[in-house]
C-alpha cells in the first residue's frame, strides 16, 4: 500500500521555524519526485517545492524561495521541508505528493506541475502573528 505520510506541522509565532516530514512507503521512492504544496482555506493549492529524483534539482515558488528548503534522506525514505522566517501568510495545510515523471512534465511546461500521482493527507501549519 502506498502511503506517503506528513508530520512536523503545528502553530508557531511569526519568524519562527518548523521542519515538515513525508514520510513514504509502499513505493520505490528513488524513482520518485516529490513535491510539496499548500492550501489555506477559501484559496487553491499551491505548488511550493519539489525535488527531482532524476538530477537531485530543486524547485521553489517564489513564495518561499529564500526561506524554505526541500531536501531528502534516500535511506529513510523521507523528504523534508525546512521553512524558516515564517509569515502569518504561510498559514495553510502542507501536503506532500509523489511521481515519477513531474519533473519532466514541469520542465516541458514551464512550471510545477499538480497532477501528481500519489498525495498524503497534509498537516496543519499556523502561524500567529
Known amino acids: 500500500e502506498v502511503q506517503l505520510v506528513e508530520s512536523g506541522g503545528g502553530l508557531v509565532q511569526a519568524g519562527g521555524s518548523l521542519r515538515l516530514s513525508c514520510a513514504a512507503s509502499?513505493?520505490?521512492?528513488?524513482?520518485?519526485?516529490i513535491g510539496w504544496f499548500r492550501q489555506a482555506p477559501g484559496k487553491e493549492r499551491e505548488g511550493i517545492s519539489c525535488?527531482?529524483?532524476?538530477?537531485?534539482?530543486?524547485y521553489y515558488s517564489d513564495s518561499v524561495k529564500g526561506r524554505f528548503t526541500i531536501s531528502s534522506d534516500n535511506a529513510k525514505n523521507t523528504v523534508y521541508l525546512q521553512m524558516n522566517s515564517l509569515k502569518p501568510e504561510d498559514s495553510a495545510v502542507y501536503y506532500c505528493?509523489?511521481?515519477?515523471?513531474?519533473?519532466?512534465?514541469?520542465?516541458?511546461?514551464?512550471?510545477?506541475?499538480?497532477?501528481?500521482?500519489?498525495w498524503g493527507q497534509g498537516t496543519q501549519v499556523t502561524v500567529s502573528s
Open positions: 525535488i527531482s529524483r532524476h538530477d537531485s534539482s530543486t
Open positions: 505528493a509523489a511521481d515519477p515523471k513531474a519533473s519532466v512534465r514541469a520542465g516541458i511546461v514551464g512550471r510545477i506541475v499538480y497532477d501528481y500521482e500519489f
Open positions: 509502499g513505493f520505490t521512492f528513488d524513482d520518485y519526485d
